[in-house]
């Protein structure tokens, strides 16, 4: 805004001023021309290498940061599947435990003598209400 100012005000007082038309002033005024040619195509010029740049970093940011959106979806994903992995080991532990009790005689007869009341020759089962009631609070 200064530097408008300042070029309006040399105007003014060019306007007030005759000229001598002669070879050296017509050669400084090309040349005053050329100079100013010259920055406006710089200006241009950056102004399109700036543009070039721009257009070509923002498909170049886009993908980047989709990336890193992935990433993070995939660093969530890798949490919940370890977590599930570490309940499913920890069921699997304690279904090999039963099953190693399973293939355990004692065992199996004891639990069926508990649960489904069978007995051994000569032997004699009472059930009690405290007894019963212990089981229908397991089964729940």
């Known amino acids: 805004m200064l530097f408008k100012r300042q070029e309006e005000i040399e105007e003014r007082q060019q306007e007030n001023i005759t000229h001598i038309d002669n070879d050296y002033i017509d050669q400084e005024k090309t040349k005053k021309r ?23 970093l923002l498909p170049l940011t886009y993908r980047l940061v989709d990336s890193m959106m992935l990433v993070r979806d995939m660093d969530t994903q890798i ?9 499913i080991e920890d069921k699997n532990q304690e279904l090999n435990i039963q099953l190693g009790l399973l293939q355990d005689d004692d065992y199996i007869a004891k639990l069926a003598r508990s649960r489904y009341y069978y007995s051994k020759d000569n032997e004699i089962i009472f059930s009690l209400p405290e007894d019963n009631q ?7």
């Not at 949490?79 to 570490?86: D, F, N, R």
């Not at 212990?134 to 729940?140: A, E, G, P, V």
């Open 134 to 140: 212990n089981k229908t609070d397991s089964n729940n």
């Open 34 to 56: 050329k100079k100013a040619l010259q920055k406006l195509k710089a200006k241009r010029r950056m102004g399109f290498i700036l543009l070039f740049g721009l257009v070509l």
């Open 79 to 87: 949490i919940e599947a370890t977590k599930e992995k570490k309940t």
